[in-house]
């Protein structure tokens, strides 16, 4: 408190000025802008940590799979798994190998509104969402042992070369089982992740398996072979 020549108390200004606060404001829409992609890519990164772990698991599930049925790789299974088909397809066998819920018991499975949280099945920096009758964020590759009925017995020890032959991956497209064109453009800092039939995954960047030029994938690359 202060008082005046005439003796008469007054009160100190205190609070903000209009111009005070507009400074204020202006500062933290700048760190707010310079903040904003530093967290963007943070939670990115942290998306892609967790679809790989994702993949791994698949991975994983996949060698305990064949070490539990002499050495043979799990069915693919259809494409569109309806209810009809519960029994049969790697959505079926592979998670029991692992303890997690059957693909047919998820509750995003048919309900587009349904929070996915966090699951195995799906990839967190893929938005899409069920159509009502199935959803997949990854695909299994269609050339190792055939999809649906035109499935045969294969066994992992088979396949030339487990660490570059694809298994699954970051897919663009609903079905289950697919074949190289359905192979995500856009994830991860532009590019895909894909699990191998070693069991190991990794993040390749577009252009390791897409010819933008072309519009259409890349069979050439020794790391990514799709027919085994």
């Known amino acids: 408190m202060q008082r005046n020549a005439g003796g008469h108390a007054t009160h100190a200004p205190s609070g903000f000025t209009l111009l005070e606060l507009l400074v204020v404001m202006a500062v ?4 707010a802008t310079l903040l904003l992609p530093v967290l963007n890519r943070a939670r990115a990164k942290a998306e892609a940590v967790v679809c790989l772990g994702n993949l791994r698991q698949w991975g994983l599930a996949t060698q305990l799979y064949a070490t539990d049925h002499h050495d043979l790789l799990p069915p693919e299974g259809m494409p569109n798994p309806s209810e009809r088909a519960t029994n049969t397809g790697w959505y079926i066998q592979l998670p029991r190998e692992i303890g997690v819920p059957r693909y047919h018991d998820m509750p995003w499975r048919t309900n587009a509104e349904a929070g996915p949280g966090r699951t195995v099945w799906l990839c967190p920096a ?13 695909c ?10 035109d499935n045969r017995p294969i066994t992992l020890a088979a396949i030339p070369n487990p ?10 497209n609903l079905p289950a089982v697919g074949y190289w ?12 992740q894909m699990t191998f ?14 010819d933008e030029a072309a519009n259409r994938a ?5 790391e990514i072979q799709w027919l085994p």
């Open 140 to 149: 299994l590759n269609e050339h190792i042992n055939g999809t649906g009925d």
């Open 163 to 172: 660490a570059s032959a694809v298994w699954l991956f970051d897919t663009k």
């Open 197 to 210: 039939l070693d069991g190991h995954a990794r993040r390749f960047r577009k252009t390791a398996y897409w």
């Open 218 to 222: 890349r069979t050439d690359n020794p």
């Open 181 to 192: 064109g359905f192979v995500h453009t856009n994830l991860h800092a532009g590019g895909a």
């Open 28 to 31: 933290l829409a700048v760190l």
């Open 126 to 138: 893929n938005p899409r969402r069920s159509n009502g009758r199935n959803l997949f964020h990854y």
